[in-house]
């Protein structure tokens, strides 16, 4: 990992079910299990994985039990936020050690260097259309301060709904409500370098509020490539995926491995 110092492993879209339930006739437990042993087999030395939200498909206590055990014994500290499938109380009944903000949003700052990963919860479920995201005048207040005297170009963001238009129709539908409170926010301050977000289960590297933005595969069930369609639920089998972070005196790159079904 030459002029790199630090990787950190980014996975979203997990949507853990109760068990013996399977999405598209994939099992989702299965499925992040497998991407769990590759990125420990071949990045052991990584300082941390984040997960971007939709840890669960439902947000039903069991489900969080069940991510619970999978994470138990891995090479890294696993650092988490939710998503539109995701239910902030049974995951907090599950994981009380996980910080959160003042008002028990589930989103905090993880030091690694000289750079700083931003984990927002872009969960509400007041939102209309169902499965949207919003990030509150308090959520957003609560970013302009963690941004305050970060060196430029330091912060990563990673939430759950990306702040861009990704050109899905249905997935656009239930994007970011407020996308352009937040990209005013970031447009406007040199220490964000980049987003990193989900929801959509496919590859996609944009721009919004002038920064970079990427969005990551699931391990479990893609997006099929249809632009023409307002159903935000269509999956396909695609191999499940993974980010890699890279952090070092050049400013952090972001890599994607995809995972078959053999480690
Ligand atoms: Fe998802």
């Known amino acids: 990992m030459r002029d790199f110092e630090h990787k950190l492993i980014f996975m979203t879209d997990i949507h853990i079910t ?23 087999k071949n990045h052991p030395d ?17 489900q969080y039990e069940i991510l619970k055990s999978a994470l138990f014994d891995l090479p890294w ?30 989103q905090q700052s993880v030091v690694v260097g000289d750079n700083t ?22 959520r957003l207040n609560w970013l302009e301060a963690e941004l305050k005297n970060k060196p430029a170009q330091s912060v990563i963001i ?5 702040p861009l238009i990704t050109g899905f129709p249905g997935m656009d539908n239930i994007g970011l409500h ?3 409170h937040f990209n005013q926010i970031t447009k406007n301050n040199s220490a964000v370098y980049m987003v990193i977000a989900g ?5 996609i590297i944009g721009a919004s509020g002038g920064k970079p933005c990427a969005i990551l ?47």
Do not use: W
Request: proline share 7%; net charge negative.
């Open 199 to 203: 929801h959509v289960h496919r590859t």
């Open 46 to 62: 990584a300082v941390g994985l984040i997960l971007v939200g939709d840890l669960t498909h439902d947000g039903t206590q069991e």
């Open 117 to 138: 990963i931003i984990l927002m919860d872009t969960n509400d479920t007041t939102i209309e259309p169902y499965h949207g995201g919003n990030l509150c005048e308090h």
């Open 18 to 40: 109760s068990r013996g339930n399977k999405i598209i006739g994939l099992d989702p437990i299965k499925r992040f299990s497998l991407c769990l042993a590759h990125a420990a």
């Open 178 to 180: 407020n996308r352009n």
């Open 158 to 162: 990673a939430m759950h709904h990306p």
């Open 217 to 263: 595969k699931s391990p479990c069930h893609q997006m099929p490539l249809e632009l023409n369609e307002e159903n935000s639920s269509l999956s396909i089998d695609e191999p499940g995926a993974y980010g890699l972070l890279l952090i070092g005196q050049n400013n952090p790159v972001l890599l994607t491995e995809d995972v078959g079904s053999e480690v």
């Open 77 to 106: 500290p696993v650092h988490m936020t939710i998503g539109n499938h995701d239910l902030r109380k049974n995951f907090q009944k599950v994981f009380p050690e996980e910080p959160t903000d003042k008002k028990g949003f589930i």
